[in-house]
């Protein structure tokens, strides 16, 4: 069979079992593909293999996996997520009363995709498509490090600006830095992608793609320092919860519950 016919197959289960919130037996998904029981049981194992598709519960019922979900959300356009975390953000600026922003993992790289100033803020450090290096930025790092070995190795693998004096770029600096950030939960840059400027931030973690975004807070170190440390961490960290139900809740309203179909409208934005 030709590789397009092959493909084509693959798609008609997807298609299939994200149409079936509940998930679908492999009897299901061959009474609704029509497919040989042989070809459905060959193709649902490769999907399973690259994560395309995963067990509910460890039955074989068969859901659309983490990987598929992973690759539609880092598709969706800023925008459509912009508007989701706002409301999520605007809150937060009245808590840490700093500028707090959304960033989000594109490709290899970090990039803020929303940002709320203060009323009285005249100075912001982020705004949309800003890049935020991986390896000095708190967004960066919080993403980093919760990434594939095989993501983190590759970016160690290359060399890195050294942004000021503070800037870690040897990979045993780095690589011990982002542990830090898995143990504790968070990141901190303090003086490493700019001088004197302080920024806290934390991992959005989506139940059906991993960390692809953060949140943060971002300020002169002077100032920022000045308020308190954990009350900041815990503002950040039940801001990234709120925007993580605020995404799951608008993609099954706007899609019916079809989770594969809004992100499918948001990529396409």
Wanted: net charge neutral.
């Amino acid at each position: 069979m030709d590789s397009v016919g092959i493909l084509a197959r693959y798609v008609t289960i997807l298609d299939a079992v994200a149409a079936a919130p509940e998930g679908l037996s492999l009897s299901e998904i061959i009474a609704r593909t029509e497919l040989p029981r042989g070809t459905a049981h060959r193709l649902v194992n490769t999907l399973m293999t690259v994560g395309y598709l995963g067990q509910k519960d460890g039955r074989k019922v068969y859901m659309l996996g983490s990987g598929l979900m992973r690759l539609l959300r880092l598709g969706t356009a800023p925008a459509s997520v912009a508007a989701v975390a706002r409301p999520v953000l605007e809150h937060l600026v009245t808590q840490v009363g700093e500028t707090v922003f959304l960033a989000k993992l594109v490709g290899e790289h970090v990039e803020t995709i929303a940002a709320v100033t203060p009323e009285d803020e005249r100075q912001s450090f982020v705004y949309p498509g800003r890049d935020m290096p991986m390896h000095a930025a708190a967004s960066g790092k919080a993403i980093l490090a919760h990434q594939s070995a095989a993501l983190i190795e590759s970016f160690l693998s290359r060399r890195h600006p050294k942004y000021t004096s503070a800037t870690h770029v040897e990979a045993k600096s780095i690589m011990a830095d982002l542990k830090r950030v898995r143990a504790q939960g968070y990141a901190v840059c303090d003086g490493e992608f700019e001088p004197g400027v302080l920024s806290y931030a934390c991992p959005v973690l989506l139940e059906d793609a991993g960390v692809i975004y953060s949140i943060g807070s971002v300020a002169l170190g002077s100032r920022l320092a000045g308020h308190p440390f954990e009350g900041v961490i815990n503002a950040l960290r039940g801001a990234c919860e709120a925007f993580a139900q605020r995404l799951e809740r608008h993609d099954a309203a706007a899609a019916g519950g079809d989770r594969i179909g809004v992100l499918r409208m948001g990529a396409a934005q």
